[in-house]
């Protein structure tokens, strides 16, 4: 047995945020029967869960786009913390940003009305991988780059075993499986290790790949499922 929410956030139909929005508004159905208590629970072997017609309106149109973000600029709508993406893209307001990038970070930033594409990204549910670079003032020694692969202890709890590869000197590339708020940020200061530079380049199966800074386009059909299928 299992609610609602989990059976249709599992099977990427909607975010359990969204299925509680539908269930409240009586646009879901268990066996025909309209069910608004978020509690209520189904065997997905035996009932059958279906969406009414009628949430097609709100259903609406489903947008992902990846932003390449400048430097600079601040991962939300809140205008007194500085230039917002949404100054840099105003007809898209109407998204919302799927996790965040720090104001002195750069890259690849989601941006989407899809809630499932955010619960998979950001939900402690899901470890979809997140790829950086970082360039660091000081010098980069092995040692350091496997204590980043092992785990750091941080104020919040030790991160989780990540992949670390040395680009240069004072430049390596980092993969993890989580996104605590500044993670990149605590785990250096951890190593008294000074970011000159941090760049997000991938998330899940999307690059910067042809994206010039300040730039954006929409994930095509079968990018966004890609997302959707990360475990």
Do not use: W
Request: with cysteine; net charge positive.
């Amino acid at each position: 047995m299992m609610r609602i929410q989990k059976y249709l956030s599992e099977r990427k139909i909607l975010s359990r945020r969204e299925a509680e929005d539908f269930m409240r508004k009586g646009f879901i159905t268990v066996n025909g029967v309209v069910v608004r208590e978020l509690g209520t629970q189904i065997d997905p072997e035996r009932d059958r869960v279906e969406i009414v017609k009628e949430a097609a309106p709100a259903l609406g149109k489903k947008l992902t786009l990846a932003f390449n973000k400048p430097r600079g600029i601040v991962s939300s709508k809140i205008k007194s913390e500085g230039p917002t993406v949404f100054d840099l893209l105003p007809q898209y307001t109407y998204l919302n940003t799927v996790g965040r990038l720090d104001k002195e970070s750069e890259g690849l930033l989601l941006l989407s009305n899809d809630g499932t594409i955010t619960s998979t990204v950001t939900g402690i549910d899901h470890r979809i991988e997140k790829e950086y670079e970082v360039t660091v003032a000081e010098p980069l020694s092995p040692s350091k780059l496997r204590k980043m692969e092992e785990g750091i202890m941080l104020s919040d709890g030790k991160t989780l075993p990540a992949r670390a590869r040395l680009v240069s000197p004072h430049t390596f590339k980092l993969t993890l499986k989580e996104g605590r708020k500044h993670q990149i940020r605590r785990m250096c200061d951890a190593l008294h290790l000074t970011i000159h530079q941090l760049k997000r380049l991938r998330v899940g199966p999307i690059t910067l790949k042809g994206i010039e800074s300040g730039k954006f386009r929409p994930l095509t059909e079968e990018e966004v499922a890609a997302i959707k299928e990360t475990k």
